[in-house]
């Protein structure tokens, strides 16, 4: 009985030995993980685009910046040179199609402030700015593939090379770069639901109408973090 009472006080000993040289090696150990590629690839900004033409930028501090896109700008100033143009051309004809052409100005105007006066839907609301999360969700996917092949093409280089491949490396340099990576897309979703809030509250809705955006984006969080713990098992 003594005996076995040893063994199992060894036995708890060397785990929890293993367990604190596991837990310095991951955690507390310090590794030289500075790496150009992998530091461009979290830097690279997002950009996505909003439904009134603007695009949210994230600065090197950070922070998001609404920026009015130089194409915005060009387009519009061919629309106004395109109807410059036309108006013009307008004026050189007869005084019947100068009528005509009143009368369908009258009756886009009626259009048109029918159409302002009509008060959209919390759907039509949300729809206007899933290409937008579409978007996002596409960018966040194509950085963490980049972040996945940089680390499996080092991981093969060193074993191909007979280096020794040590795992806490690995862990704390992809871990740290993944973090800062969902960091930055948390900040770009996040004020891109702001948007969408301000838009529903403008309209008279709760904000709470946009709460199945933030769990979606939740859920496919964790799908991705999932996804990507079973291809590291799988290698």
Same mark, same amino acid.
């Given at each position: 009985?003594?005996?076995?009472?040893?063994?199992?006080?060894?036995?708890?000993?060397?785990?929890?030995?293993?367990?604190? +040289? !596991?837990?310095?090696?991951?955690?507390?150990?310090?590794?030289? $993980?500075?790496?150009?590629? $992998?530091?461009?690839? #979290?830097?690279?900004?997002?950009?996505?685009?909003?439904?009134?033409?603007?695009?949210?930028?994230?600065?090197?501090?950070?922070?998001? $910046? $609404?920026?009015?896109?130089?194409?915005?700008?060009?387009?519009?100033?061919? #629309?106004?040179?395109?109807?410059?143009?036309?108006?013009?051309?307008?004026?050189?004809?007869?005084?019947?199609?100068?009528?005509?052409?009143?009368?369908?100005?009258?009756?886009?105007?009626?259009?048109?402030?029918?159409?302002?006066?009509?008060?959209?839907? #919390?759907?039509?609301?949300?729809? @206007?700015?899933?290409?937008?999360?579409?978007? !996002?969700?596409?960018?966040?996917?194509?950085?963490?593939?980049?972040?996945?092949?940089?680390?499996?093409? =080092?991981?093969?280089?060193? @074993?191909?090379?007979?280096?020794?491949?040590?795992?806490?490396?690995?862990?704390?340099?992809?871990?740290?770069?993944?973090?800062? !990576?969902?960091?930055?897309?948390?900040?770009?979703?996040?004020?891109?639901?702001?948007?969408? =809030?301000?838009?529903?509250?403008?309209?008279? +809705?709760?904000?709470?109408?946009?709460?199945?955006?933030?769990?979606?984006?939740?859920?496919?969080?964790?799908?991705?973090?999932?996804?990507?713990? @079973?291809?590291?098992?799988?290698?």
């Amino acid at each position: 009985m003594k005996k076995l009472k040893i063994f199992f006080i060894v036995a708890l000993v060397i785990i929890l030995g293993a367990g604190g +040289y !596991l837990l310095y090696m991951f955690k507390f150990k310090e590794y030289d $993980v500075a790496d150009e590629e $992998v530091s461009e690839i #979290v830097a690279d900004p997002y950009k996505v685009e909003l439904p009134d033409g603007s695009t949210l930028i994230i600065d090197e501090q950070g922070e998001v $910046v $609404v920026e009015e896109t130089g194409s915005s700008e060009n387009n519009t100033n061919t #629309v106004t040179t395109s109807g410059s143009a036309n108006s013009e051309k307008l004026a050189g004809k007869t005084a019947g199609s100068s009528t005509d052409l009143t009368s369908t100005e009258n009756n886009t105007s009626g259009t048109t402030t029918t159409s302002s006066n009509e008060k959209p839907t #919390v759907a039509s609301i949300k729809d @206007k700015y899933r290409p937008a999360l579409e978007g !996002l969700e596409a960018q966040a996917d194509s950085k963490i593939n980049a972040l996945i092949g940089h680390a499996v093409s =080092e991981y093969n280089g060193k @074993k191909a090379n007979g280096e020794k491949v040590d795992f806490g490396y690995f862990y704390n340099k992809y871990t740290a770069a993944a973090g800062n !990576l969902e960091a930055s897309t948390d900040t770009v979703f996040y004020a891109v639901i702001g948007a969408v =809030e301000k838009d529903l509250a403008a309209n008279g +809705y709760d904000k709470s109408y946009a709460q199945n955006f933030k769990d979606e984006y939740e859920a496919t969080k964790k799908a991705r973090r999932d996804g990507i713990l @079973k291809k590291a098992l799988g290698s």
